[in-house]
């Protein structure tokens, strides 16, 4: 069964994750990775958990925790175009992460699907995420 668990939503950081029987996705990493960590007990996860981590735009309150919840976890660093040509020049990126740019089409990550779509907001390559988990639950961030 497939859980999906709001960790932080507001000003002071937003992050969300997604769980299956195969996977963990955590969109937005806007808290310190010790808050993170936290959160991920609460709902009874770790970061052993996470394969990827969708990033929805560059506001800090979306990327505080990033380079460190990439060095814990070893995942992979889903975003648009735009948001990983900032994430790189900021180096909030590891230079060994794998990184997975996110057009139109979507992607599928260990049988979650993901579609982008834009949004309107002060950051370029803004988007939310519509996804689609393996037992056919979806939502949109």
Known sequence: MSRICPL???????????GT?????LIDAGASAKGIGLA??????DFSDINAIAVTHCHDDHIKGLKTVLKKTGATLIATEKTVEFLLNKECVLSDTRIIIIGEKGIEVNGIQ????ATSHDSEGSCGYSIILPDGKKFSL
């Open 114 to 117: 993901i579609n982008s779509f």
């Open 8 to 18: 932080f939503s507001g000003s002071k950081g937003n992050s969300t994750y997604i």
């Open 21 to 25: 029987k195969d996977a963990g996705l």
């Open 40 to 45: 991920l007990e609460r709902a009874g996860a």
